[in-house]
């Protein structure tokens, strides 16, 4: 199975300041399409996961550009520009590449 | 709107069944392929089993952790998924999200459902 690390945030971030969010895979994830199967997802207090960013670097439908993804076949990194209130929450990586599809431990965000 | 509705959750001993449903509208349900993702009460996040669609022979996958114990079906005629549980372990214990992919969302959960809780406990 592909194993996704997650690193952690020196918690709590400032209002308005950014924060970056590293992952890595046990094993690329760029597929033969040129597209590289990494996912973000967000979990706020007491939600269901929404998704944030899919192949790597593409935003879902109506995620805020303050969200932008990064990395390489094996490095990713989410950035959050100028962190909000909605931001808080648990931050997951999750690879699309092979099954069964993994998911990073979780990255804590929190608001100072 | 797509909607996801997951019920059949609650208290149950080890060893024991349970079967979970996922209600679903608002998408073309036949030819989607029809995930279940668990999350542990440490919040970690497991996908556990898919169906796909019937052009692809409802053909089925499952994490190692629950394969021979879990089962995925789906109903076409009810935009329904489930998840039969048997033998169930107190590792087992999570709450259970249904979730699809599409040809327009082909390699991510664009949509979750709210979850139902499984304890299994004695």
């Known amino acids: 199975d592909i194993v996704m690390t997650q690193g952690a945030l020196p918690n709590p971030v400032p209002s308005g300041e950014s924060a970056s969010i590293t992952c890595q895979s046990s094993?690329?994830?760029?597929?033969?399409?040129?597209?590289?199967?990494l996912n973000w997802y967000l979990q706020r207090p007491g939600q269901s996961p929404q998704l944030l960013i899919y192949w790597m670097s593409t935003r879902a439908s109506g995620v805020s550009d303050r969200f932008s993804g990064s990395g390489s076949g094996t490095d990713f990194t989410l950035k959050i520009s100028s962190v909000e209130a909605e931001d808080v929450g648990v931050y997951y990586c999750?690879?699309?590449?092979?099954?069964?599809?993994?998911f990073g431990g979780g990255t804590k965000l929190e608001l100072k | 709107e797509v909607q996801l509705v997951e019920t059949g959750g609650g208290l149950v001993q080890p060893g024991k069944s349970l079967k979970l449903t996922c209600a679903t509208s608002?998408?073309?349900?036949?030819?989607?392929?029809m995930h279940w993702v668990r999350q542990s009460p440490e919040k970690r996040l497991e996908w556990i089993a898919r169906?796909?669609?019937?052009?692809?022979?409802?053909?089925?996958d499952y994490v190692e952790s629950v394969k021979g114990r879990f089962t995925i079906s789906r109903d076409d005629s009810k935009s329904s998924v489930y998840l039969q549980m048997n033998s169930l372990k107190e590792e087992d214990t999570a709450t259970y999200y249904c979730?699809?992919?599409?040809?327009?969302?082909?390699?991510?959960?664009?949509?979750w459902g709210q979850g139902t809780l499984v304890t299994v406990s004695s």
């Open positions: 094993k690329s994830l760029l597929h033969s399409n040129g597209k590289t199967y």
């Open positions: 979730t699809l992919t599409t040809r327009v969302y082909p390699n991510w959960f664009a949509y």
């Open positions: 999750q690879q699309f590449l092979e099954y069964p599809r993994t």
């Open positions: 169906i796909k669609d019937k052009s692809n022979n409802y053909a089925t």
């Open positions: 608002g998408f073309t349900f036949s030819t989607a392929w």
